[in-house]
């Protein structure tokens, strides 16, 4: 018997990841229905809508949260419902601020030793005027999730694309420059203290981008990867490592490049994500179901492990 029975499904939200929010609670929100959850949607709304009204409104025991990027796992949210004494899903403040800033990530992942590339923040009006370091390297928001507004910068390019500066792209925005790493695209799930295992991603597209993540036939998913069993252990290893430097809870996910171009191939830790994509496709649900778990008895699992930080 659960603990909670009403859960307020966040959804939707005003970042640049909206859509994918509302694939993820519309999910969400039905596998919690079918586990006997009351389980509603609830949208923050794109303007100024106050969040706090609406789950006063629906008075839920806990909070199920499917938002994504920024004002929705950048630790604003999870701030609301501390205050409001909401237990509530995935990570809390001070990791999801942290796991939302990449470099503010990184500087957690050297500090535990963790392997990760060089890598500088300046912003896009000076990361698109010039090369900030020797090609090739890849441009990337600060604070962005799902590859938005993501640049590779190759070898032999004389500056940086003229699409980096932009005027549809907020010109203040910090941007980090991080020395690319060739390779394949890993990453593995990470459940309270287990990682579930090990997806490679491909694309025909030029790389891993927010196209490729969601548009149908953008990517493929191998699951698991095929890749050296040392690799994956190692990678398993690293993403539990990460999930605990950072101070996660719940679910997280950390994506890897793994280069296996030269002689020595090497695992490289590019970001951890403290609240996946939940549609029944996303990559989670995937590596969940790989060990015998099923969408639905997943969203219960990280519902009975809503909590408050206090």
Known sequence: MSKFKRIAVLMGGRSAERDVSLSSGKGVVAALQSEGFDAIGVDPGTGTDNLWSKLEAAK???VFNALHGRFGEDGTVQGLLELM?????????LSSALAMHKERTK???RAAGLPVVKSIVADRREAAARHLMEPPYVV????????VGVFII???????????????????????????VPGRELTVAVMGDRALGVTEITTSLQFYDYEAKYAAGGSKHILPAQIPAAVTQEAMALSVKAHQALGCRGVSRTDFRYDDTGAKPRLILLETNT???MTPTSLVPEQAAHTGMSYA????????DASCDR
């Open 60 to 62: 839920p025991d806990a």
């Open 140 to 147: 990337k928001p600060v604070n962005e999730g799902s590859s």
């Open 297 to 304: 008895k997943l969203c219960r699992w990280i519902v009975e």
């Open 275 to 277: 609240q996946p994509g």
């Open 154 to 180: 190759r070898k032999g390019d004389n500056r940086p694309p003229e699409a980096l500066g932009s005027e549809k792209w907020d010109l203040s925005s910090e941007m980090m420059v991080e020395e690319f």
């Open 107 to 109: 500087d957690v992942y």
């Open 85 to 93: 004494h909401l237990p509530y899903t995935h990570s809390g403040v």
